[in-house]
Nanobody, 118 residues
Framework: QVQLVESGGGLVQAGGSLRLSCAAS????????MRWYRQASGKQREWVAT???????SYLDSVKGRFAISRDNAKNTVYLQMNSLKPEDTAVYYC????????????WGQGTQVTVSS
């Protein structure tokens, strides 16, 4: 089981930036892919970005070119750098670990709220 704690959210104006962090514990962090998800009020949770154990990245089309996922295996932490934020990015952001054949590995934490004002 992987324990996850997200942080770094806040209130920012459109066009601004935030850097989210996700600290993971309980399992060998470096061998898992890590994912960011978000859930806007009244909507289902959606996938945002993935970084593989080898550093390959993929993104939701609407955030490509604006968001960047990275990881520091020495710190068991994954990051999401969010630039050029838009009001539609407003959501609670969550992270999770993923492994082939096992799926998501952690329980959903409290997430971190990102609010983008217009």
């Amino acid at each position: 089981q992987v324990q996850l704690v997200e942080s770094g959210g806040g209130l920012v104006q459109a066009g601004g930036s935030l850097r989210l962090s996700c600290a993971a514990s309980g399992s060998p962090f470096s061998i898992y892919a890590m994912r960011w998800y978000r859930q806007a009020s009244g909507k289902q949770r959606e996938w945002v970005a993935t970084i593989s154990s080898g550093g390959d990245t993929s993104y939701l089309d609407s955030v490509k070119g604006r968001f960047a996922i990275s990881r520091d295996n020495a710190k068991n932490t994954v990051y999401l750098q969010m630039n050029s934020l838009k009001p539609e990015d407003t959501a609670v952001y969550y992270c999770n670990a993923w492994a082939a054949g096992r799926g998501l590995l952690g329980s959903w934490g409290q997430g971190t709220q990102v609010t983008v004002s217009s």
